[in-house]
């Protein structure tokens, strides 16, 4: 079965510093990933996805996240946060186009100022 | 274009009642998937329905069911209420199946249902 691990909860850290968020996935197929951002109260909008191609994928916000096989991750970062990149970011996989989305349960990144 | 829109935005419940959530996905979109959002189990997959047929569905009891209506607006409905239902439900659109490459899924604000 396909699986999304986000190895942190919450990720402190100050205005105008870089940031990753960690993602691992597991599944014995292709997969797609994506990662999506709530913000407080409201619902999930896409930051970026990976289908395929180059591994390195530019999102919305000055987010990126590089897609590596061989560790099966899929990492966001951004060089400089803001204080409105306050949120809840969910990394996600579907390991085919006929199956469901699964997503992992979310980093709270806490920015600092 | 008008987003995805859920209704109510707030729901209060007791212990075995049932209640019904609706949504309302972007125009043109056929494909609208269910999510349940607790801070223990994070975002859960419920099911998608897609031109009124269920095409996915998660692990979640029987007492959970929805439908999709030829105008892509679907339901959600949840019999004999328990307090672990307390969530944020959240439903999702899209043109094509939401696991398709090139889809993307755009959420609505959610309802947030408390079971007393």
């Known amino acids: 079965a396909q699986s999304v691990t986000q190895l942190d909860s919450q990720v402190p850290v100050f205005e105008e510093a870089p940031v990753e968020l960690r993602c691992n996935y597991s599944?014995?197929?292709?997969?797609?990933l994506f990662w999506y951002v709530q913000y407080p109260n409201q619902g999930l909008q896409l930051l970026l996805k990976?289908?395929?191609?180059?591994?390195l994928v530019k999102g919305i916000n000055g987010f990126e996240a590089e897609f590596n096989k061989s560790q099966t991750s899929f990492h966001l970062r951004k060089p400089s946060v803001h204080i409105s990149d306050t949120a809840e970011y969910f990394c996600?996989?579907?390991?085919?186009?006929?199956?469901?989305?699964?997503f992992g349960k979310g980093t709270r990144l806490h920015i600092l100022p | 274009k008008a987003g995805v829109t859920q209704t109510p935005r707030y729901l209060i419940k007791t212990r075995g009642q049932q209640v019904t959530l609706s949504c309302s996905p972007i125009s043109g979109h056929r494909s609208v998937s269910w999510y349940q959002q607790t801070p223990g189990q994070g975002l859960q997959f419920l099911f998608e329905?897609?031109?009124?047929?269920?095409?996915n569905k998660g692990n979640f009891p029987g007492r959970f069911s929805g439908r999709q209506f030829s105008n892509s607006r679907s339901e959600m409905n949840v019999s004999t209420l328990e307090l672990g239902d307390s969530a944020l439900y959240l439903c999702a659109s899209s043109h094509g199946l939401a696991a398709l490459p090139r889809e993307t899924q755009y959420f609505g604000p959610g309802t947030r249902l408390l079971v007393l």
């Open positions: 329905y897609f031109s009124e047929t269920q095409r």
């Open positions: 599944s014995s197929v292709s997969v797609y």
């Open positions: 996600a996989v579907t390991p085919n186009r006929d199956d469901k989305i699964i």
């Open positions: 990976y289908l395929s191609g180059s591994t």
